[in-house]
């Protein structure tokens, strides 16, 4: 972790993570019995190996591929124009040819406040109108501005304003792990 925080716990070893990712590809199958009509898209930036890492999951589950796509909803966010040090590229790495009708299965590392989300659904709807959209995270850290909820979740913490929850999933990073931090001014 390269900036002003200090670890106070980890919250996922590799292993823990391996066996969340298991269980919320076991939730998802379980919602969804077929893989027909499902897209996964993956949130910039952790959220995309996530989704990389859940699809396969799933492929191996429903014997059958999965369309995957990435996005970056950075420009739909409702504090873009407010925010310091953002990039204006755009990280969009894969989309698949349409979501329009199919079950959109949004994946990211932390969900928050629910800001990234409601982004994200813009930059999906304005894609097409899918049949439903699904949001799976790795870990629920609470403290929600808008009513959203995640249909799957690996884990839930309760955090502290000053806290954050840190992903580091290969190979954006080192190594695979989620670290309770709190951050120094």
Known sequence: MKDN??????????????????????????????????????MASRGIPLAKKLKERLETK??????????????YRDDFHYRKHVSTEMRITEMPASVEGKTVILVDDVLYTGRSVLAAMRAVLDLGRPAAIRLCVLVDRGHRELPIAPDCVGLSVETAQDQEVRVQIEPIDQENSVYLVEVEA
């Open 62 to 75: 429903f014997g059958k591929s999965i369309s995957f796509g990435s996005l970056d909803a950075t420009f």
């Open 5 to 42: 925080c200090k670890k106070i716990r980890e919250l996922l070893s590799a292993q823990a993570m391996e066996f969340a990712l298991d269980e919320m590809a076991a939730k998802i199958a379980k919602i969804h019995p077929t893989a027909d009509d499902v897209v996964i898209l993956g």
